[in-house]
């Protein structure tokens, strides 16, 4: 599903020094793979993470997604495969406070266009799939974080991704609801064979993925499974 090759991101510095982001990078992640990038403020998992899900290039190597040559694209193609392929999941759920559940979980159905009564069906499967079917009308002030980021989750599932990306998902949630929260990401693997890759810099986080990648000053140090 995933594969990068000689991946380095070099950043310049205002006194004009270069500095490496990533060095070196090879990397493989398969279908249905549940994968945490896991590593210490400044290690380089975001920045590792952001050309995962092509918000970023690197200075140099290969991306390639679903057989894909990120490199070889242009921008407006690489935006139609993030938007086709990739979804994201948020410690902040950016969930818009004006709209309710089910709204939200609509909104990348309303980028695609996609007519009303089929996004509606497909945003209603998605809450019934991570429980919240009877909360589809509430706003998230009237929702619980775990609540928020499961919307959230539902918001992902609705646009029907190859891959999700989260950025430290339950970083704002209580032990209980994260480990909630990280169990119906396990299951989604499991059902649907959607690939996950979370960053943390949490251990216990990471261990409930199946596949622990550490990062270290921009190198991959270790890479095991769970």
Do not use: W
Not at 71 to 86: L, P, Q, T, V, Y
Not at 171 to 194: H, Q, Y
């Amino acid at each position: 599903m995933i594969a990068l090759s000689g991946i380095n991101k070099i950043f310049k510095r205002p006194d004009g020094r270069q500095v490496f982001g990533l060095k070196d990078i090879n990397l493989e992640i398969g279908q249905g793979e549940f994968a945490a990038i896991v590593g210490p403020s400044g290690s380089g998992k975001s920045t590792l993470m952001n050309i995962l899900g092509c918000l970023d290039k690197p200075t140099s190597g290969q991306y390639k997604i679903k057989g894909q040559l990120i490199g070889d694209k242009s921008d407006k193609e690489i935006s139609a495969i993030r938007n086709k392929e990739i979804s994201f999941i948020f410690q902040s759920y950016n969930l818009l406070t004006k709209l309710n559940a089910i709204e939200n979980v609509e909104l990348p159905l309303v980028y695609r266009k996609i007519p009303l009564n089929t996004r509606r069906t497909e945003a209603y499967r998605a809450l019934c799939q991570v429980g919240l079917q009877d909360r589809m009308l509430y706003k998230p002030s009237h929702l619980s974080g775990g609540q928020q980021q499961r919307v959230a989750i539902a918001r992902t599932l609705a646009s029907k991704p190859s891959v999700i990306l989260g950025d430290e998902p339950t970083g704002a949630l209580d032990p209980a609801t994260r480990n909630e929260i990280l169990n119906i990401i396990k299951d989604l693997v499991a059902l649907k064979g959607i690939t996950v890759v979370l960053v943390t810099h949490d251990m216990d986080i990471a261990n409930m993925a199946k596949r622990v990648i550490k990062i270290s000053e921009g190198l991959i140090i270790e890479d095991y499974k769970n």
